[in-house]
C-alpha cells in the first residue's frame, strides 16, 4: 500500500473522531434551539446520519459569518463539488433513533468552523440524497473555541 494512501486514511480517522467530539457538543444546543422546537416539537428523537457533508457547499452561505468572526477559509464553491465528502460510521453512535423523522447532517471542521443541516423528511430515509425537493432544513453554523463551540447563526434553507 503506497504510504500516501496510508497518511490520508490516518488523517480522515483522526479528523472524524475529533469531530465527533465536537458534533457531539453541538447536539445538545441544537435541541435546546427555537428552531429545532419549531420543526421537531419537543421530540428528543434524532438521526445523526454517518454521511460527512462538504463544508464548501454550506460556507457560501454564511461568508459574512464567517469573515466576522475570524475565519481564513477560501470559498471554493463549485456546482460539480460531491455533497458527501466522507462516511464516519462513530456519528451513527451519536443519534438516538435511526428511524426517527428528525435527520443532522454534519459537515466537515474547517477552520474551527463546522456545519449541521436538521431537516425532516420520511422514517426509512436517511442519506443526504434522499432528502425532500421540496420543504425546508436548518443549517447552524458552529464555531470551535478551545473545547467548547458556539452557535453563530442558524438559517433556515427552503426548498422549491
Given amino acids: 500500500m503506497p504510504k500516501s494512501i496510508l497518511i490520508i486514511g490516518l488523517v480522515y480517522l483522526l479528523s472524524g473522531q475529533e469531530g ?8 445538545p444546543k441544537i435541541i435546546e434551539s427555537s428552531a429545532y422546537q419549531c420543526m421537531n416539537g419537543s421530540s428528543k ?29 477560501r470559498f471554493n464553491y463549485n456546482l460539480s463539488n460531491k455533497e458527501i465528502v466522507f462516511l ?3 456519528m451513527t453512535k451519536l443519534g438516538t433513533r435511526r428511524r426517527a423523522e428528525t435527520k443532522l447532517y454534519f459537515s466537515q471542521i474547517k ?25 425546508r432544513s ?8 478551545d473545547s467548547d463551540i458556539n452557535i453563530l447563526d442558524v438559517t433556515e434553507f427552503l426548498y422549491n
Fill in 20 to 27: 465527533t467530539k465536537f458534533y457531539n457538543l453541538a447536539i
Fill in 45 to 73: 428523537k434524532y438521526f445523526v446520519s454517518p454521511e460527512v457533508l462538504n463544508f464548501d457547499n454550506r460556507a457560501i452561505f454564511f461568508q459574512k459569518e464567517l469573515l466576522a468572526n475570524g475565519s481564513t477559509v
Fill in 88 to 90: 464516519n460510521s462513530e
Fill in 111 to 135: 477552520d474551527g468552523f463546522f456545519f449541521c443541516e436538521l431537516i425532516l423528511f420520511e422514517k426509512s430515509k436517511s442519506k443526504y440524497e434522499q432528502k425532500p425537493a421540496f420543504g
Fill in 138 to 145: 436548518y443549517v447552524y453554523l458552529f464555531r470551535i473555541n
